[in-house]
């Protein structure tokens, strides 16, 4: 596996992580507005957190209801305290957790959770208090997928930036020489026009220049470029060659745009809309493409978790396949009769029912105990085995057939094993 690919897998991993994390904080509830949400970016001074969280500490004394007076004070202490543990936020902020929450029957628990390093970098300092935690920023952080590269431009001016999932960067901006075009005719006029041209082709690598510096040092990581402008100025620029050839090859299309300053970098997305769609899962399609190819012609695909689950653990499988939509846990049920270890895949939120062994029939209580997330366990199986984990989108119609018809498991082999 290259580099580029263990980077990838390590981004999806960690977005798995966060995402579980964040369904479990959105089931919390408290009684009253006792749940305390704090979020520090990266260039925030936590001596500066820290202070205002003891401020808020002192304000909570004056709430009228006891309990909820109580409980956001315990909750303010504790991310005091957690806070004590960093010098520095992380590189990409942090977000802290607190509160008591709803345990039924009346009781409540207190919990603190911290979440580093979030997928994008927490753009300002946030503090919330209500009757549930605050993970909207960080769901729009995982809806955020794709890092593309900007520009557009005119014979007048240009601009360069980024789209990072559904946010506009801009941050490189242009203006021209060009002088508007000569009406008279004569030498005058065809010496005006060519120095005209030279102009704009000096632009035009003026801008190249610009793009470049800012694409080629991501260009493993880019997953498009795309150029707007007025015709035919965006068409002499991408057919003019001024891209360094990495970046041309990466520009996914271009497009009609009206304005080339900072808003033209907006609606140059808007003019983009169906080919980021396309361009967003293209490699998901691509690698489920491959899957039903050897699904229905060859011998090289696993589903399904138990047969999947074996071929891992044989060390046969190259890539597995795990849908982002998988909710599920997995126990092990051991047999006291024969001693077989079957491995259950039950829904996360309900009780595991009595199994019969499957090598002797022999009723077996699994154990609670080593209940364990069916996408946890399997990574684990595949990190060891040096097998590449890919996480499918289910936004298109081979997504949801692994979700759906195939358990939300699969994996494509390195070589035939009739399992």
């Known amino acids: 596996m290259s580099s580029q690919d263990q980077e990838f897998e390590g981004s999806d991993r960690r977005k798995y992580e966060f995402r579980k994390v964040i369904e479990e904080l959105t089931e919390y509830e408290g009684s009253g507005t006792q749940l305390v949400t704090i979020y520090v970016p990266p260039d925030r001074r936590l001596s500066d957190v820290v202070q205002h969280v003891t401020q808020e500490h002192s304000e909570a004394s004056n709430i009228k209801s006891k309990q909820t007076r109580t409980n956001v004070q315990d909750a303010l202490t504790s991310i005091k305290d957690r ?106 006029a065809q010496r005006f026009h060519r120095l005209r041209l030279e102009a704009i082709d000096k632009f035009y690598q003026e801008v190249a220049g610009m793009a470049d510096e800012l694409f080629v040092p991501k260009r493993h990581d880019l ?22 050839h990495e970046i041309q090859d990466l520009v996914l299309g271009k497009f009609d745009v009206s304005y080339t300053d900072e808003s033209g970098l907006y609606d140059l997305v808007d003019a983009a809309e169906d080919a980021l769609a396309d361009a967003e899962v293209m490699k998901d399609k691509a690698v489920m493409q491959q899957f039903f190819e050897e699904l229905h012609g060859g011998d090289l695909a696993t589903y399904g978790f138990g047969p999947t689950r074996e071929n891992l653990v044989m060390g046969s499988v190259d890539t597995l396949l795990l849908s982002e939509d998988l909710r599920e846990d997995v126990i092990s049920a051991t047999c006291p009769e024969c001693g077989n270890v ?71 082999l390195r070589y035939s094993t009739g399992v």
């Open 83 to 188: 806070l004590r543990y960093y010098d520095n936020p992380p590189e990409n902020g942090m977000v802290l957790f607190s509160g008591a929450i709803n345990t039924g029957g009346g009781q409540t628990d207190m919990i603190t959770k911290v979440l580093e390093d979030p997928p994008q970098p927490i753009e300002s300092f946030r503090y919330h208090c209500d009757s549930a935690f605050l993970t909207e920023p960080l769901e729009e952080m995982l809806a955020d997928k794709g890092l593309y590269g900007l520009v557009v431009l005119d014979r007048r001016e240009a601009n360069v930036g980024w789209l990072r999932g559904k946010r506009v960067e801009p941050v490189k901006s242009a203006s021209s020489l060009v002088p508007g075009k000569q009406r008279k005719g004569g030498q005058s």
């Open 223 to 244: 997953d498009g470029v795309l150029v707007g402008g007025p015709s035919p100025t965006k068409d002499e620029f991408l057919d003019g060659g001024y891209l360094h």
């Open 342 to 412: 079957d491995h259950l895949v039950v829904d996360r939120r309900n009780p595991t029912p009595d199994h019969e062994c499957t090598a002797c029939g022999a009723t077996v209580e699994a154990d609670e105990d080593d209940r364990e997330d069916v996408i946890d366990h399997l990574i684990g199986i595949a990190e060891q085995r040096g097998t590449e984990t890919k996480f499918i989108s289910t936004d298109f119609e081979k997504g949801e057939q692994l979700h759906d018809a195939f358990g939300g498991v699969a994996g494509l």
